[in-house]
């Protein structure tokens, strides 16, 4: 083992398995979407929690630059941001939910009852300049208002779960999914 090469395994004590090196900040951006068709595996917290913090960074970025314009326009920039970082991020949040020992449906069911949320919501956001004028409007929306509402329980609650699930270390053993890319067992 060469101490000066920063690729080489991490010694653990004795009777624990070799530790793989964590990708970086970049590296793990590049995983990420070179891996973006990929659910079938699974992804160690770093490239996890890296890509959480660019996804932020990114929707930031063009919150300042859309920030001087209309409504319509950090909209369309926000959905821009959405469309890019999607696909990527559900299956690196199904990977991660594989190295735990979790299955990825949990990503799954919080993507459909977000979006079912989104989906009743967007008729009142296109109408809010009405709404916001006339009150009595908002009796139009009251039912999508109910349900975006309701669905937000179960969202909070699998989303919550999904959560402390991400936090977890990776499982040492192989499990279904593939062996660990953080053990080597």
């Known amino acids: 083992m060469n101490p000066d090469n920063p690729t080489t395994q991490q010694a653990m004590p004795y ?5 793989n090196p964590q990708p970086g900040f970049l590296e793990a951006v590049k995983m990420a979407f070179a891996r973006r068709n990929e659910i079938n595996g699974r992804s160690r917290r770093a490239e996890y929690w890296w890509f959480a913090l660019f996804s932020f960074i990114c929707s930031w970025v063009v919150s300042l630059i859309t920030m001087p314009f209309s409504p319509t326009a950090q909209l369309i920039g926000s959905m821009v941001v959405f469309l890019v970082l999607c696909w990527p991020s559900v299956s690196l949040s199904v990977r991660r939910m594989h190295d735990g020992g979790h299955s990825g449906y949990w990503v799954i069911i919080l993507l459909v009852l977000s979006l079912l949320a989104i989906g009743f919501t967007l008729p009142m956001l296109s109408e809010i300049e009405r709404i916001t004028a006339h009150p009595e409007a908002m009796n139009d929306y009251m039912t ?12 909070f609650i699998i ?5 402390i699930f991400s936090l977890q270390d990776s499982k040492r053993e192989i499990n279904q999914w593939g062996p660990s890319p953080k053990y080597n067992v």
């Open 15 to 19: 009777g624990q398995p070799p530790v």
């Open 144 to 155: 999508s208002a109910i349900i975006a509402g309701i669905l937000m329980i179960p969202i």
């Open 159 to 163: 989303g919550l779960i999904t959560f």
